[in-house]
Each structure stands twice: as structure tokens, then as C-alpha cells.
């Protein structure tokens, strides 16, 4: 049904949505894939779809240390600059592991995204700078939008390395895909069978939503197509 990332990910955005993909997971035994409903997007129209770059957070109470015994705390946002700039067309920054207390993404961070030809940014935390972030049409998704800087109250510790969110794992290329309904993290061992049947449920619903339109009743449909 599809050659490459590229036409999958634009079947995705043109002909499915997080539900009926989510719904064939659960068919293939996968019933626990959806990330914190808490995570939307921050304009409800955007769609993130992509691989998966893990990011890894930690809170810090100090933006460098002269003492210390670890040279990344040294470092002002840690690893934050490298993980940014190691994102590759069609990946999704993907991070989580930092108190709810800071900003995990903003407005610079989505414009250096988009040069990279990056898919989106998926964060379990907050985002800020929205009103550039809108403006951009960057795809971001956070549990929402608060201005307080990650400089003095977080680092990245590292990158493309597997993490999880609510006990769902993530590995390093595992598709991502979010809408208003919930971001969903698909594995890369599922994605062929997860994907070709969701296409097919999604265009067998067309013809559910037909027999509906012209007065079949909901059982008739669910006994004729098994959908519903």
C-alpha cells in the first residue's frame, strides 16, 4: 500500500486518524499504546506523524555547576543543542523524564526543527512561545503552554535512546502519530499490519457511513461490514 515513509505518513494524514489506527492495535494484542490524554496539540488542527527521536530530561537547579562531578552539568541545557540538531526528515522529538515545572520546547526550537525537515515535537511537559509556535504550524503536543525556561531548571541528559511515558515504551524510530484525540506510539515490529489495517477499516468505513446516509440501520451495517 505504500514504498516509503513519505506515502505512508501522507495516507495517514489524508485518510486515517489516531482512533482507527488505535483500534487495530487493539485487534493485534497492542491495547495499551496511547500516550497521557493530557498530551494535545497546541492548535487542535495540527497532526503529527513521524519516527520516533527519544529525549531524555532531568531537573537541574542551576543553569552550569562549578562543582560537580558530572561535565554535563557544566553544560547549559545539557545535550539539548545536539538532540535538536541530530533530527532528520520525518522524525518527531519526542521527550519526557523532567518535573511539570518548565518549558520543554519553544518557538526557536520548532524553526531550527523545520529546517531539518522534522515531523514534530511531542512533549511530556509543557511548551511555550505559542503564538510563534502557531505561526510556524510547527506540529507540537504538550500537556500545555507555560513560559517558564528550562535554563536553570532542566537538561537533556540524552538522546535516541528508548524512554517511556505511562509505561509505554519508545524506541528510537517507532512511529508517532497525534491528533486532537491522543498521541499514539505505534512499534516498528506492528507498523506494517497496524497500518494496512487501518487503511482497510478506514475506506470499509466510507461505505458504513454510505449504507448510513441512506437509511441502513446500525445493526444491518455492522452485520454486512463488521464495522462500526
Known amino acids: 500500500m505504500w514504498k516509503s515513509d513519505d506515502e505512508l505518513f501522507s495516507i495517514a494524514k489524508n485518510e486515517l486518524f489516531t482512533a482507527l489506527v488505535g483500534d487495530i492495535l487493539d485487534q493485534l494484542g497492542y491495547q495499551h499504546q496511547f ?9 487542535n488542527d495540527m497532526v503529527v506523524i513521524g519516527r520516533a527521536m527519544p529525549v531524555l530530561e532531568a531537573d537541574v537547579f ?6 560537580t562531578n558530572n561535565p554535563l ?13 541530530s533530527l532528520k526528515k ?7 523524564g523532567s518535573s511539570f515545572s518548565y518549558a520543554l520546547w519553544g518557538g526557536l526550537m520548532s524553526t531550527r526543527a523545520i529546517k531539518l525537515n522534522a515531523a514534530g515535537a511531542v512533549l511530556h511537559g509543557y511548551s511555550r512561545d505559542t503564538n510563534e509556535v502557531e505561526k510556524l504550524n510547527f506540529p507540537t503536543f504538550s500537556i500545555g503552554t ?3 525556561d528550562q535554563g ?3 537538561k537533556v541528559i540524552d538522546y535516541n535512546i528508548p524512554i517511556e511515558i505511562n509505561h509505554i515504551r519508545i524506541n528510537p524510530g ?9 498521541v499514539l506510539i505505534i512499534p516498528k515490529v506492528v507498523e506494517k499490519k497496524a497500518f ?5 477499516k478506514a475506506r470499509g468505513e466510507q461505505l458504513v457511513k454510505k449504507a448510513l446516509e441512506n437509511g441502513m440501520s446500525t445493526v444491518d451495517a455492522f452485520n454486512k461490514f463488521g464495522i462500526m
Open 62 to 67: 542551576e543553569e552550569t555547576s562549578k562543582e
Open 174 to 182: 517507532d512511529i508517532v502519530y497525534g491528533d486532537r484525540d491522543g
Open 73 to 85: 552539568m557544566k553544560k547549559p541545557f545539557g545535550l539539548m543543542f545536539e538532540a535538536l540538531d
Open 90 to 96: 520525518n522524525e518527531v522529538y519526542i521527550c519526557t
Open 152 to 154: 536553570p531548571r532542566g
Open 196 to 200: 494496512e489495517g487501518a487503511i482497510e
Open 35 to 43: 500516550l497521557d490524554p493530557a498530551i494535545k496539540p497546541v492548535k
Open 146 to 148: 507555560y513560559a517558564q
